[in-house]
């Protein structure tokens, strides 16, 4: 892969390693996110202002959304990492409106890592609750003949995460740039709020398959033995 990759420039090369752009923005949105997380955490109060109360009503809404797909006790276990999800890729989709920046999801490699996350996210999640035992017991089920299409399915259904979101980020890029070389700058506007309803649209439909994802993993306990709470430590 050369210097560009797959819609991303080389900002930095360090002991010959080249980092990205996409890499970059990536950490730095990170350390920012975490920063104003734990700046929000130290202020709160029972007299909320105006930042607080968008982010409770934020946090709710999260909260609700994933109480539709997963069990009520398993809600504070799932919400802390779709809602890192959901606000992550929202925020990553929604630098591409700055200036001279590219959303870090237009890079494969990012989408990629995400999806990876939730691959794993998936599967931790549900030999959590099921037990290692009964978690891999449902992958046999109800013939050991479907085996192969149940590790093929889990391979697949991550890689369609990871080229879903970067296809609709890099394809919404590159027509606006399209536009721009045929319109001008005569219609900024439409464009601007194309890219945030899209932004919020690929974020929502990334979080909420990965949700999905788990909610089904997680109800693999309710078809199978509940396990012991030997299995469980296991």
């Known amino acids: 892969m050369n210097g560009e990759g797959l819609g991303s420039r080389v900002w930095l090369t360090i002991a010959g390693m080249p980092l990205h752009e996409s890499v970059l923005l990536s950490l730095a949105l990170t350390l920012l996110l975490s920063g ?4 929000l955490g130290t202020r709160l109060s029972a007299r909320p202002g105006r ?5 409770e009503v934020m946090v709710v809404l999260m909260r609700d959304a994933v109480a539709e797909v ?11 990492f779709i809602g890192t ?6 925020s990553a989709n929604l630098l591409g409106l700055v200036p001279g920046l590219s959303a870090p999801t237009r890079d494969i490699s990012v989408t990629g890592a995400l999806a990876c996350l939730v691959f794993l996210a998936v599967h931790g999640y549900g030999v959590r609750e099921a037990g290692w035992r009964a978690y891999l017991r449902h992958y046999l089920e109800p013939s050991p003949i479907l085996l192969p ?3 093929i399915s889990e391979f697949t259904r991550t890689l369609a995460l990871a080229v879903r979101l970067f296809g609709n980020m890099m394809s919404l890029e590159m027509a606006a740039l ?8 005569l219609v900024p506007v439409p464009l601007l709020l194309l890219h945030v309803v899209e932004a919020l649209v690929q974020a929502y439909i990334f979080g909420m398959l990965a949700l999905i994802y788990i909610g089904s993993a997680i109800e693999v306990r309710g078809d199978a033995t509940p396990p ?5 430590e296991q």
């Open 178 to 185: 399209l536009v721009l070389l045929v319109a001008g700058f």
């Open 70 to 80: 997963v069990p009520g006790a398993a809600v504070p276990r799932v919400l802390p």
């Open 36 to 39: 104003l997380a734990a700046w």
């Open 149 to 151: 299409f149940h590790l």
């Open 51 to 55: 930042i607080q109360m968008a982010a």
């Open 228 to 232: 012991s709470s030997t299995e469980k």
């Open 85 to 90: 999800l959901w606000v992550f890729i929202l």
